[in-house]
């Protein structure tokens, strides 16, 4: 494993037990091959079912290959004795921020699992009030996390995650339950600690997180189908769009300009490249 590799999956195949015998059954995942590099952002796409869920399940051991590798800073997940380490190296954080949340305080949910493992109080304090600053939510330390929005409990759930320490964090579909002003929050979030050097892989349906990622996977029926920059993936809108998945709307907009015959640029796949473009049209 190359040293600023962190995570990495080699051959990986992974099906649930269904009503169905093991040889017909279908692989969730199904030879799943790819790594992610540390400081590295990672957007995984995919429609419902692609198996993008369960691959990311894969990379803290909450699920283990039945077929293939997974390597965390080179443990294998299938290690007993190195299921702590690879949990303190990968952090995870779900879709609904409820579900995480225990304490009545946010500053004391924070620190929930710090305590559970008798990190000393000084420490703590310094760790907690960090992962509180990373995620945006300092400024909320003395609420109760019931009275918070929805953006604002998920940078809890984050804050407690990171509050560990880990090298990684994977995001499966963590805003989904969100208002596009909570997404923007966490996306703020995210992009603090990636610029803080933590590797992010998160699985995301929504187009416009996945163009400020650093490389985009994109998935179906078990496998990876496309992998590549944001802008790579997503020129290919007729591509992107046989797989069930949206385009960025800047994407959209720009092929819908170039088929009325106006010369945009190719790449273009955010807001501010799109209005760029259309000013130096009208300019």
Sequence with gaps: MENNTILEAQEVRFRYDGDQPAETAAYAVDGVSMKVRRGEFVAVLGANGCGKSTLAKHFNAILLPETGTVLVEGMDTRTDEKL???RQKVGMVFQNPDNQIVATV???DVAFA??????PTDEMRTRVDEAMKLAGIYDQRTKAPHKLSGGQKQRVAIAGVIAMRPDCLI???ATAMLDPRGRAQVMKTIRSLRDAGISIVSITHYM???AQADRVLVMSRGRIVMEGAPTQVFS?????RSYHLDVPQAAELRD???AAGLPMPEGVITPE???????????
């Design 171 to 173: 995001l499966d579909e």
């Design 236 to 240: 290919q809108t007729r591509r992107v």
């Design 114 to 119: 710090l305590e559970n493992l008798g990190v």
């Design 273 to 283: 490249e799109c209005a760029r473009a259309i000013y130096d049209l009208l300019a």
């Design 256 to 258: 819908e300009l170039c």
């Design 208 to 210: 416009e997180e996945a």
């Design 84 to 86: 702590y380490d690879i």
């Design 106 to 108: 946010v500053e004391e």
